[in-house]
Structures are given as structure tokens and as C-alpha cells.
């Protein structure tokens, strides 16, 4: 797990898709920081902990726009 301090502005969404790489971890992202779910866009300087993610995950994409 690794940690991030927002920029003022940030949303959940911006931040798993920056930070881990799609907009579908925000639950896993949520779940890892429960003191500030009722936050829903954040200030400067609010360090958050960012879970690892499984590329394990089978995709919802249909086989010919999965990555190779």
C-alpha cells in the first residue's frame, strides 16, 4: 500500500484513475480510507492510502478491447 496527498480539487474517481490506474478501484479506494467517505472533493495536503490492485481481476471487456 502507498500513500498520496491530494491537490486541492481532487474526487475519488480522479484520484484511483490516477493513481491506480482505472476509475472501477474506487470502491477498493473508499474502503481503504472509511475517516473521510464523506468527503467528495478534497483539499490540499489530505494524505490518502492507496491500496495495492490485482491485475487478477477478470475483465468486463469484451476479448477484442482487452489488453494483450
Known sequence: MKTYVTVQGDMW???AF????NEKYVTD???????HLQ???FPAGV??????????EPS????WRRKA
Do not use: R
Not at 473508499?30 to 475517516?35: D, T
Open 39 to 41: 468527503t467528495f472533493i
Open 13 to 15: 474517481d480522479s484520484i
Open 47 to 56: 494524505t490518502l492510502q492507496i491500496p495495492d490492485v490485482s491485475e487478477d
Open 29 to 35: 479506494l473508499l474502503s481503504a480510507n472509511p475517516e
Open 18 to 21: 490516477q493513481q491506480m490506474g
Open 60 to 63: 468486463s471487456l469484451p476479448p
